[in-house]
């Protein structure tokens, strides 16, 4: 089976200020954030990046997104390059970050009728999706109520149904359940895994063991920048260490190279 998602030895630098140096304990003024990534993914799986802060996932998956261009190394979605085709691979991704901001004087609905016509979808094909998804995450309740007004747990919910208003083939998270009481939580989870059924590829990214346990069907460990270990979930539980255990056993590994 060819995969939807191929990362292939992706590199991406950034440039650091004298107080960012200060900050990263260097006097190196280059940062790899992401350094020879590889990995794949396929339809009707979720993959899961699991790493510490400042691993390099959201770098990782806001290059996957054409947020960034890497520096090196290519991406393709659906056979498309993200570096020669970014406006076809948009077509076909949902990103969801926290970084994503709301403006508060807007309504779900709104916001909603306005994503649907960047991707000129037809009016009665947003209406059918709007309303599956409203009710589907109980925004049709506060459709009109300012965002700035809604709770941190419905400002996701709406956050998620933008980003799956053309209902994208590859959906892509950064930490989904971040910031959120475990009600919420569990209903995107519980929606991540009805993707799945429905053939979505997915990939997260999170510092969450019991996250990747319970949806994932594979994980990659990213740290410093590069995949440690990929593994299928089976695979974790079967092995001598769990997958919390093996995890800190990269960690350990990492920092002792970064030493020697």
Known sequence: MEATLRVEQIVKRFRLSKKQQKIEHTKDPIKIAVNGLSFSAYAGEIYGLLGPNGAGKTTALRCISTLMKPDSGEIFLQGHSVKEDPEQVRRVIGFLTSDLKLEDFFTPNYLFD?????????????????????????????AEVKVGELSTGMRQKVQIAIALVHDPA????????????????????????????????????????SLVEKICDRVGIIIDGALTEELTLSDATRKEADLEERFFQRVAESEGKRHA
Do not use: C, W
Not at 180 to 209: M, R
């Open 170 to 209: 590859v959906v892509i998270f950064d930490e989904p359940t971040n910031g959120l009481d475990v009600l919420t939580a569990k209903v995107v989870t519980d929606y991540l895994l009805e993707l799945k059924q429905q053939g979505k590829t997915i990939v997260i990214s999170t510092h969450i063991f």
């Open 114 to 142: 306005y994503f649907a016509s960047l991707h000129g979808m037809e009016e009665t094909v947003v209406q059918t999706s709007k309303k599956q998804l409203f009710d589907r995450f109980g925004i049709d309740r506060f």
